[in-house]
C-alpha cells in the first residue's frame, strides 16, 4: 500500500527536500542541489510559469510512513507540443519498480484530469536551463541545477514504457588540451586585423557588456529553431544577478571596432563550492560560500553560450576568439576542466560547434515521452 500526500506544509516540504538526501546519502557524486534553488520553482511569486500554468507535489509513503519516492507534476500552457504535453519533474524513488509505478500512474492521471495527452519527464516546471532531463550516461559530479539520479532510473522509466523524446549531450574539455590547428590559424588571421579585438567581460561595465550580448544573442539564436530575443533590461538584470561568480577572465567578446561580433560565457561551476553546504543557504553558509569561494580552487569552468552574429559565421572568428580566451585564462585562472551543458540531439548544429571545440561527451540526459494513447505513434524530436 502506497500512501499519497500533497506537499503543503512546511513538514511536507522539508521532507520533500531531505527525501533525495537520504536516498544519495552513499553516494560520492551526488552533489544536493540549495533548498532555495528548489524551493523557488514551486514559489509562485518567484516563478513566473505559475502565470500560464498549474504545479503540484506528491510525497509517496509506504505502510510504515517512510518516503519511498516524490514528484511534481504540472501543466504549461506555453510549452507548446504536437499534442497537449504535461510535464513532471523532481522524480526520486526508491529501487522499485512498482512504487515507480504508481507515480508515474499518479502523475498521468492528475495530467489526464487537464486534458493532457502526454507527459514529459523529468524536466522543470520552468526553462530548459534547469533541473532538466535523466542522467543516462556518465554518472559524475552533475553541474549546477543539473539532475542527478541512480542509473536505475533509467530502467524505471523505460519498464515504465518511457521513451526517449530527446537526448542532452553534455560536452567537457581540458583546458590545457592542445588547440586545434584551425583555431591558431584563425587566430593568427584575424590578428592581423586592426578592427578585430578581443575582451574579456569585466563586472565593472555589466551594463556595456549586457547591451553586447543581447545583441549578439538576438542576431545569432533569436531566429534559430526555438529560440526567442532577448531584452537588454532583463540580460543586466541577470548578470547582475550572476555578479557574485563572475570571473572576469573568463568571459569573452569580440568586436570590429566597436561593433559586438562574437561572445563566449563562461562562469565558473559553483557545485564546486557548493557541495560543502548541504543545500542550506542561509547567513552562515553564505559567509562559509564565501571563505571556501575564496580558500578553495574551482578547476571546472561552464559554457554558458557561445554565439556568433551571421555576417561573421563560418570566418573563423570563433577560432581567433576561443584562442585568444584560453591564452589568456591559463595564466589568470586554475580552471583545468571546461564543460559545455547539455546541447539537444536535435541540434546538429551547437553539436559540430562543441565537436570542433575538440570536446568529448563526458554525460548525457534523456527528456523522455509517455503518449497516453499506447496505439499513437511515437515521434523524437524535431531536427532544428
Given at each position: 500500500?502506497?500512501?499519497?500526500e500533497?506537499?503543503?506544509n512546511?513538514?511536507?516540504?522539508?521532507e520533500?527536500?531531505?527525501?533525495?538526501?537520504?536516498?544519495?546519502?552513499?553516494?560520492?557524486?551526488?552533489i544536493?542541489p540549495?533548498n532555495?534553488d528548489?524551493?523557488?520553482?514551486?514559489?509562485?511569486?518567484?516563478?513566473?510559469f505559475?502565470?500560464?500554468g498549474?504545479c503540484?507535489?506528491f510525497?509517496?509513503?509506504?505502510?510504515?510512513?517512510?518516503?519511498?519516492?516524490?514528484?511534481?507534476?504540472?501543466?504549461?500552457?506555453?510549452?507548446q507540443?504536437k499534442?497537449?504535453?504535461?510535464?513532471?519533474?523532481?522524480?526520486?524513488?526508491?529501487?522499485?519498480?512498482?512504487?515507480a509505478?504508481?507515480?508515474?500512474?499518479?502523475?498521468?492521471k492528475w495530467?489526464q484530469?487537464?486534458?493532457?495527452e502526454?507527459?514529459d519527464?523529468?524536466?522543470n516546471?520552468g526553462?530548459?536551463d534547469?533541473?532538466?532531463?535523466?542522467?543516462?550516461?556518465?554518472?559524475?559530479?552533475p553541474l549546477?541545477?543539473?539532475?542527478?539520479n541512480?542509473?536505475?532510473?533509467k530502467?524505471l522509466?523505460?519498464?515504465y514504457?518511457?521513451?526517449?523524446y530527446?537526448?542532452?549531450?553534455?560536452f567537457?574539455?581540458?583546458?590545457?588540451?592542445?588547440?586545434?590547428?584551425v583555431?591558431?590559424?584563425?587566430h593568427a588571421?584575424?590578428?592581423?586585423n586592426?578592427d578585430?579585438s578581443?575582451?574579456?567581460?569585466?563586472?565593472n561595465?555589466l551594463?556595456?557588456?549586457a547591451?553586447?550580448?543581447?545583441?549578439?544573442y538576438?542576431?545569432?539564436?533569436a531566429?534559430?529553431?526555438?529560440?526567442?530575443c532577448l531584452?537588454?533590461a532583463?540580460?543586466?538584470?541577470?548578470?547582475?544577478t550572476?555578479?557574485?561568480?563572475?570571473?572576469?577572465?573568463?568571459?569573452?567578446?569580440?568586436?570590429?571596432?566597436?561593433?559586438?561580433?562574437?561572445?563566449w560565457?563562461?562562469?565558473?561551476d559553483?557545485?564546486?563550492?557548493?557541495?560543502?553546504l548541504?543545500?542550506?543557504?542561509?547567513i552562515w553558509?553564505k559567509?562559509?560560500f564565501?571563505?571556501i569561494?575564496?580558500?578553495?580552487?574551482n578547476?571546472?569552468?561552464?559554457g554558458?553560450?557561445?554565439?556568433?552574429i551571421p555576417e561573421?559565421?563560418k570566418?573563423g572568428i570563433?577560432?581567433?576568439?576561443?584562442?585568444?580566451?584560453?591564452?589568456?585564462?591559463?595564466k589568470?585562472?586554475?580552471f583545468?576542466v571546461?564543460e559545455?551543458q547539455?546541447i539537444?540531439?536535435?541540434?546538429?548544429?551547437?553539436i559540430?560547434?562543441?565537436?570542433?571545440l575538440?570536446?568529448t561527451?563526458t554525460?548525457?540526459?534523456?527528456?523522455y515521452?509517455?503518449?497516453f494513447d499506447?496505439?499513437k505513434?511515437?515521434?523524437?524530436?524535431?531536427e532544428?
Open positions: 500500500m502506497i500512501i499519497v500533497e506537499v503543503q512546511k513538514t511536507q516540504k522539508k520533500f527536500l531531505e527525501f533525495p538526501a537520504r536516498l544519495y546519502q552513499h553516494d560520492q557524486n551526488y544536493r540549495r532555495i528548489i524551493e523557488d520553482v514551486f514559489n509562485p511569486e518567484k516563478n513566473k505559475f502565470k500560464n498549474e503540484t507535489r510525497l509517496f509513503k509506504n505502510k510504515n510512513n517512510e518516503t519511498v519516492g516524490k514528484v511534481a507534476v504540472f501543466i504549461n500552457e506555453t510549452y507540443q499534442q497537449p504535453t504535461g510535464g513532471f519533474g523532481f522524480f526520486d524513488c526508491i529501487n522499485d519498480q512498482e512504487t509505478n504508481f507515480i508515474f500512474d499518479h502523475c498521468k495530467l484530469q487537464r486534458g493532457m502526454a507527459m519527464g523529468p524536466i516546471f526553462e530548459r534547469k533541473f532538466w532531463g535523466l542522467v543516462i550516461e556518465g554518472y559524475i559530479e549546477f541545477s543539473m539532475n542527478y541512480f542509473p536505475y532510473y530502467e522509466f523505460e519498464n514504457g518511457f521513451k526517449i530527446f537526448e542532452q549531450l553534455c567537457s574539455r581540458p583546458i590545457f588540451a592542445e588547440v586545434s590547428r583555431f591558431t590559424v584563425m588571421k584575424h590578428s592581423k586592426p578585430i578581443a575582451r574579456p567581460m569585466t563586472k561595465n551594463g556595456k557588456f547591451k553586447d550580448f543581447t545583441e549578439i538576438n542576431k545569432a539564436w531566429a534559430h529553431g526555438e529560440g526567442k531584452d537588454e532583463k540580460t543586466l538584470k541577470m548578470f547582475n550572476m555578479k557574485p561568480i563572475i570571473n572576469e577572465h573568463i568571459s569573452w567578446f569580440v568586436y570590429e571596432n566597436e561593433k559586438p561580433i562574437a561572445m560565457m563562461n562562469l565558473p559553483t557545485n564546486q563550492w557548493l557541495k560543502y548541504n543545500g542550506k543557504f542561509g553558509e559567509l562559509k564565501l571563505w569561494k575564496k580558500f578553495k580552487k578547476e571546472k569552468m561552464i554558458i553560450v557561445f554565439g556568433v561573421w559565421q570566418k570563433e577560432g581567433y576568439m576561443i584562442w585568444e580566451g584560453t591564452q589568456h585564462l591559463r589568470h585562472t586554475d583545468k571546461t559545455m547539455w539537444g540531439d536535435f541540434n546538429p548544429k551547437m559540430k560547434i562543441a565537436e570542433n575538440d570536446t561527451v554525460r548525457k540526459l534523456a527528456t515521452r509517455y503518449l499506447r496505439n505513434e511515437f515521434e523524437r524530436h524535431p532544428l
